[in-house]
């Protein structure tokens, strides 16, 4: 291998050779660094976010790139970090001055000194991220690849720089950074670094929610998101981050009866369902959907294992952890919770699929019962594919039966055919109990298919209630 090879097309982007411009202009060097160069050699599309290192001032070359700019765009500065952002159409610039000491994320005054490109390099968190492009006039492209990234690349290893004990202490959460690589990338991680995560795992304590569950995020939205948890789970980051999912791991055998492990069939779970859809909530929902599991196993003398309500339990539990990992409590944690509740509904109706119970389902679950389908079919893990193919026939009759009560029905947004209001003028009455009794009546006779979705039955059923509770229309 050649051990400088040159990439000019990675710098065919205008911006490039106005950095370079633009640092000529103040004397100083200046090279493309992380994950651009990453991206680019591995042909991962075009990266937009693009990291500049500057030999000097970070913030001073943001500045003059962006006097040499048409429009002169604003730039942010970050004087804690000494680095500075910049937006040019869709690409952001990051500029940052090359530094020989790292920083700890708990020091107050973090210890940056002016360094070269290369102690820039070492105190990145991966070979494959401290590779550098240089922008100089003369060298323009040139790889400055001293730890070998390049080869890592090719071999796909995520390896530190340094010692995987100083890189990591450094920010614990390249420990996480390691494993999300690995899983995205679908590299190995080197065997120093994989001892090193192990045994500092207990410092992920000190990174904050927000950067962990951010990483978690990428892990869910690979390709196979059972690497990343499996990494998780062999170098014990897991307990820290889900407990909830470590405790459904094994197998109990009672009086000669087993249950599954759900915790490994959770992760299979989690991959199926990445193959069907990219939504990430959808995805959370998967990995969550089991989690009551374990809080709510017994084992009972005539039907063996049970796991009564855990789907109740474990909606209730994606609110708490949605909480301690600071996730938004919004209209995503109530999507993933539903989902969880209704996990098992499906399953129950593909046994006995009626009228009344599709229309039920389609009613609870909104416009989420295809997402409630999909986690149930991604759910089907049975490596017999005679009960395999069983289970996906009688989804495909559940889906079927869906289509076509709803087309007739109209229940995934149900609106009362009956108004409150009309109730109200009917019976002459003001807000009260009976309103309520009757509005609930007629929604349940739609639903067990006593009456049809329609005005005028409605109203028929209405008076009928209205009669039941003594009440007389007054026009
Ligand atoms: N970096 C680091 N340690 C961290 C975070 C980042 O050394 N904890 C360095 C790496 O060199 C990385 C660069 O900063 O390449 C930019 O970080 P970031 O934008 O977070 O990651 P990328 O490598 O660009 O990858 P991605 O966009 O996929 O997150």
New binding site residues.
């Given amino acids: 291998m050649h051990p400088n090879p040159t990439y000019r097309t990675a710098l065919d982007h205008p911006i490039f050779p106005l950095i370079s411009q633009a640092a000529s202009n103040l004397k100083m060097d200046s090279y493309v ?4 160069v ?1 991206d680019f050699l591995l042909n991962r599309g075009d ?1 937009k ?1 693009i ?1 500049i290192v500057a030999v000097g001032s970070g913030i001073a070359l943001a500045k003059e790139v962006a006097r040499l700019l048409p429009g002169k765009p604003k730039v942010s500065i970050f004087k804690t970090y000494g680095t500075a952002m910049l937006k040019v159409g869709a690409i952001e610039l990051e500029f940052v001055g090359a530094r020989k000491e790292s920083y700890t994320e708990d020091s107050r005054n973090p210890a940056v000194e002016n360094g070269t490109l290369e102690d820039d390099q070492n ?4 070979t494959i ?2 590779l550098a492009l240089s922008l100089q006039k003369d060298t323009y492209g040139v790889l400055l690849d001293p730890f070998n990234g390049r080869e890592d690349l090719e071999k796909k290893v995520i390896r530190t720089p340094l010692d995987p004990e100083i890189t990591y202490s450094d ?1 614990p ?2 420990m996480l ?1 390691a494993i999300r690589f690995a899983t ?1 990338l679908d590299f190995t991680i080197e065997k120093a670094s994989l001892d090193a995560i192990t045994k500092n795992s207990d410092r992920i304590k000190i990174i904050s929610e927000e950067r962990i569950v951010d990483e978690i995020h ?1 892990i869910l939205l690979a390709d196979q998101p059972s690497k990343g948890f499996t990494l998780l789970h062999k170098t014990g980051l897991l307990p820290y981050i889900f407990p909830e999912l470590v405790a459904l791991e094994g197998i109990e055998e009672k009086e000669g009866q087993r249950h599954k492990d759900n915790f490994w069939h959770t992760l299979e779970v989690v991959d199926n369902i990445s193959k069907t859809t990219d939504d990430l909530w959808l995805r959370w929902a998967a990995l969550l959907h089991d989690i009551g599991k374990a809080p709510t196993k017994r084992f009972d003398k005539k039907i063996g294992w049970t796991f009564h309500a855990h789907e109740f339990v474990g909606a209730k539990m994606v609110y708490k952890l949605f909480k301690r990992l600071k996730m938004p409590l919004n209209d995503k944690m109530k999507f993933v919770q539903k989902m969880v509740l209704m996990s098992s509904r499906p399953i129950v109706l593909a046994s006995d699929v009626t009228d009344s119970a599709v229309r039920r389902l389609i009613f609870d679950a909104g416009d989420h019962v295809e997402d409630l389908m999909t986690l149930c079919e991604a759910d089907i893990t049975t490596k017999n594919p005679k009960k395999f193919n069983k289970y996906q026939n009688n989804f495909k009759l559940v889906r079927d039966k869906i289509e076509e009560v709803e087309a007739r029905d109209h229940i995934r947004n149900f609106q009362p055919p009956v108004s409150g209001e009309e109730i109200m003028e009917t019976f002459g009455l003001k807000p009260s109990r009976e309103i309520g009794i009757i509005k609930d009546a007629i929604k349940e006779a739609i639903l067990e298919g006593e009456i049809p979705n329609e005005y005028a039955a409605a109203r028929d059923y209405m008076l009928k209630k209205g009669a039941e509770l003594n009440l007389t229309p007054v026009k």
């Fill in positions: 660094i992380g994950g651009y990453r990266a976010d990291d105190r990145r968190d991966f991220n401290a920010d959460l390249r950074r995205q990428k």
